[in-house]
């Protein structure tokens, strides 16, 4: 059992932190304060290959693996959590239903642009009476001769209102089965007459991130719009999830990583009694205790993507990767934050920032209490 990282994949970690330290960490202070979502940055991470990281090369896609994927979300979220929660969702959530679940028509025409940067693409799921229930949509899609129309909304939806979004991906009751609703998946592009999207503002974390509402009004789709079989968009939804976890434990273990490495230099510097505050046994132990949940999530983390990457089932490992991730990300930055003091809770140190994007993670891609339903159900409780 060999746990050190492909020479491909060393070099593609150092590729993403260098370009996360270059390009973003200059700017992500400001971008967070201004709650801005930068379409500059955005290209950039697409012209360096952070986008359409599993897809083939045949449709534009880099050709990599989940490693790589997880590799990628953990530098980005190392310095940022907004740009990493772009790439992740538009990787995950917005390329991933398309190229697993597309038709080769549907493959061709939409993921080209999305594996470049050029266009994102968002996951229609969440509503505002359906979250961890997600068999709980109200979104409606009715069949009419040669479509269907969709009424409805979304809400939470990242990367769904810049001008750079192209479309989504979106989960509608298209029928009922036994007393239960039939979900169905469609593509909608952007342009689409009587699809809307709206910017969400005032949130606490993943400020320079898009997140978005979305409205779909008599909105008309054509046949060829419906994603996989009629009565598939549960396990398509489900499916996504099961991948977007190991995104969001990437950004689990980035952001605590960058939280830890914070502390840590801090803690050389800071003086107090006449030393360094690192060689009192206190702090020294709260960052070896950091430093050690950090190297288990990273670890389990990878075996999740290991089993991804080699066809097998990993439904529990991704749900144990993201719980165990995000909530040491909380862990972490808390104590970070300590470790900083008073100086923790001022916005031009870092920490502050890294203290609030975690708190996402808890709660994106199935909350950690719906994490801990899926392992139960998996041990067969």
Partial sequence: MNFSLPDTHVQIRDAARQFAEKEIKPRARELDEK????????????????????????????????????????????????????????????????????????????????????????????EPGAGSDSRGSKTVAKKVDG????????????????????????????????????????????????????????????????????YFQDCFVKDEALLGKQGDGSKQMLATLDRGKIGIAAMGVGCAQGAYELALAYAKERRQFGQAISQFQAIGFKLADMHMKIELARTYLQKACWLADNGQVFTREAAIAKLYASEIAREVSDEAVQIHGGYGLMKEYDVERFYRDQRLLQIGEGTSEIQRLIISRQIGC
């Fill in 35 to 126: 709650e801005q979502f930068s379409e500059e940055l955005t290209r950039k991470m697409g012209e360096v290959g952070f986008f359409g990281i599993i897809v083939p090369g045949a449709y534009g896609g880099q050709d990599l693996d989940y490693l790589a994927y997880a590799i990628i979300c953990e530098e980005i979220a190392r310095i940022d959590g907004s740009h990493a929660a772009t790439i992740t969702a538009h990787n995950s959530l917005g390329v991933g239903p398309l190229y697993y679940f597309g038709n080769e028509e549907q493959r061709k025409r939409t993921l080209p642009q999305l594996c470049t940067g050029e266009k994102l693409w968002a996951f229609g799921l969440t």
């Fill in 147 to 214: 479509g269907w129309v969709i009424n409805g909304s979304k809400i939470f939806i990242t990367n769904g209102a810049s001008s750079m979004n192209a479309g989504v991906t979106v989960q509608a009751v298209t029928g009922d089965k036994g007393g239960k609703p039939e979900l169905s998946c469609f593509i909608v592009e952007r342009g689409n007459p009587g699809f809307t999207s709206k910017a969400m503002h005032g949130k606490l974390m993943w400020r320079a991130s898009d997140t978005s509402e979305l």
